[in-house]
């Protein structure tokens, strides 16, 4: 399994008791966690194909994108959860 490692706004991950995620240092607004996470070979070389083919987006902006867009059709209806997807789509983020 490949590792990634990214950082994700504070409004989408908030770090864990059981230290799954570390709090990392503000940047502008915002608090940034950062986390590594295994990923199963073949999603992580569709990430790859996608980012390649796709040169304005980065491993950050699909994940960030793929988390919130995940966790709004799981019903989590959050403001800074919408305005991060929509963001994320549309080369905001």
């Given at each position: 399994?490949?590792?990634?490692?990214?950082?994700?706004?504070?409004?989408?991950?908030?770090?864990?008791?059981?230290?799954?995620?570390?709090?990392?240092?503000?940047v502008g607004?915002?608090?940034?966690?950062?986390?590594?996470?295994?990923?199963?070979?073949?999603?992580?070389?569709?990430?790859?194909?996608?980012?390649?083919?796709?040169?304005?987006w980065?491993?950050?902006?699909?994940?960030?994108?793929?988390?919130a867009?995940f966790?709004?059709?799981?019903g989590?209806h959050?403001?800074a959860?919408?305005?991060r997807?929509?963001?994320?789509?549309?080369?905001?983020?």
């Amino acid at each position: 399994m490949a590792t990634l490692s990214t950082t994700c706004s504070e409004a989408l991950l908030a770090p864990t008791s059981a230290g799954g995620a570390a709090l990392g240092a503000a940047v502008g607004a915002e608090a940034v966690v950062s986390f590594q996470t295994p990923l199963p070979a073949p999603l992580f070389q569709a990430m790859g194909n996608f980012i390649e083919g796709h040169p304005q987006w980065d491993q950050y902006r699909l994940l960030q994108a793929a988390l919130a867009g995940f966790l709004l059709q799981q019903g989590v209806h959050e403001r800074a959860l919408t305005r991060r997807y929509i963001g994320s789509m549309f080369g905001r983020a």
